[in-house]
């Protein structure tokens, strides 16, 4: 049985999730904490921090603030230029832009800042897409890995100590930024919050015809050369309560489009609208843990108590784990084009990576599916 957090709706199987004695999940009583915090002082922190890196001579820019166009990004640049500081906007482009992630990335430029983006190579990225579903189940494996290179990569070439991350997904500190020592960010920091699952950069070297200098982006930089620089980071989740929806509500005051619908596996239109690809991670996030993005969302409105955990049950069990036949009106077929795969064969890799322990099965063992192709899980509920 998959053993449910009693206080939101995240199962246990999810990586880094801990539920203790009473039954409530560690990312529940990390927000629970935040009551505590004193967000004034966090404030002046922030400004202390900021006011540090601040180029006084207005010779180089800022800061570095890596940005995909989305709500949280697009909040980043309002927020610091609320704060005076003039940015840097990165971006590391993504695996498949979608006709939306295109406006909302226009639309941070046109907030008044300078902006460079990072494109790798579409036909080397290609292939990392097929290795990175085939070998670790992340299609979109050299995006999450060059989200976190590429922006610190612009930060060594152009000499900006400072990047300012948006949220602390661990909820525990501030970044090495707000070390009084040891601030650098090194290659050991920035592989925690990395999305490697396991495939290191060097692996892919002689997969499918790859050299090393077709994974120039995909590098970090040497730690001799951060040192150079200084580079450090923040995360502004850790200095503002950090809250999508407060977010996208800001974002959209200051141009942020949203999907027309909710999207695929989600009950938000505010939120990964940038890849077409995102329905497949996410439904391999489903097929390997037994949650979703609706799961995701649901808990955080639950913890802020905007919903019940029983009307956000009912979400999850209406909207988690669709199989991901198209998203944001781009069919799966087309999404696989650029990778040389059939949807036969993305079934297959689909089945190897199913933990069949969350789902039901007939008497024969064979995984049993809706109507739509989705997989049932065996328990939505501690029951």
């Avoid at 692996?203 to 077709?214: A, E, H, N």
Wanted: glycine share 8%; hydrophobic share 35%.
């Amino acid at each position: 049985m998959i053993v449910y957090c009693k206080n939101c709706v995240m199962p246990a199987t999810k990586p880094d999730l801990k539920i203790n004695e009473a039954g409530i999940c560690n990312a529940c009583e990390s927000f629970q904490e935040r009551s505590e915090i004193n967000w004034d002082d966090r404030r002046a922190e922030l400004e202390a921090v900021l006011e540090k890196y601040r180029n006084k001579k207005g010779e180089n820019w800022d800061c570095v603030i890596p940005v995909s166009g989305g709500k949280d990004s697009t909040f980043q640049v309002v927020k610091l230029l609320e704060l005076g500081m003039n940015p840097l906007c990165v971006t590391a482009t993504t695996c498949a832009l979608t006709d939306v992630g295109k406006e909302n990335i226009e639309n941070i430029k046109k907030l008044g800042v300078d902006y460079v983006e990072m494109s790798p190579n579409p036909l080397v990225r290609a292939k990392l897409n097929r290795i990175g579903l085939e070998e670790v189940g992340d299609i979109s494996w050299p995006e999450h890995v060059g989200i976190f290179t590429i922006p610190v990569r612009a930060a060594v070439q152009y000499n900006i100590p400072l990047i300012i991350w948006g949220e602390n997904s661990q909820n525990e500190y501030g970044g090495p930024a707000a070390a009084a020592e040891n601030n650098i960010l090194d290659r050991r920091w920035l592989e925690e919050f990395g999305g490697l699952l396991g495939l290191r950069v060097d692996d892919l070297i002689g997969q499918d015809g790859i050299s090393r200098r077709d994974l120039i982006p995909y590098f970090y930089p040497e730690d001799e050369e951060l040192q150079a620089v200084g580079v450090t980071g923040l995360f502004l989740g850790h200095y503002i309560p950090w809250d999508g929806l407060s977010n996208a509500l800001v974002a959209s005051a200051f141009g942020f489009t949203v999907s027309e619908n909710i999207t695929l596996g989600s009950m938000v239109n505010y939120e990964n609208l940038d890849n077409y690809q995102t329905a497949i991670h996410e439904y391999f996030k489903y097929l390997k843990f037994g949650f979703g993005r609706a799961s995701d969302h649901a808990s955080l409105h639950i913890r802020r108590k905007r919903i019940t955990r029983e009307t956000g049950m009912e979400i999850v069990k209406r909207l988690d784990g669709k199989f991901p036949w198209e998203y944001l009106g781009q069919s799966l077929k087309e999404t696989l084009k650029p990778l040389e795969m059939t949807v036969e064969e993305f079934i297959k890799v689909c089945d190897q990576f199913t933990n069949k322990k969350l789902f039901k099965k007939d008497s024969q063992g064979n995984l049993l599916r809706s109507e739509d192709g989705s997989l049932i899980k065996i328990n939505y509920d501690n029951q």
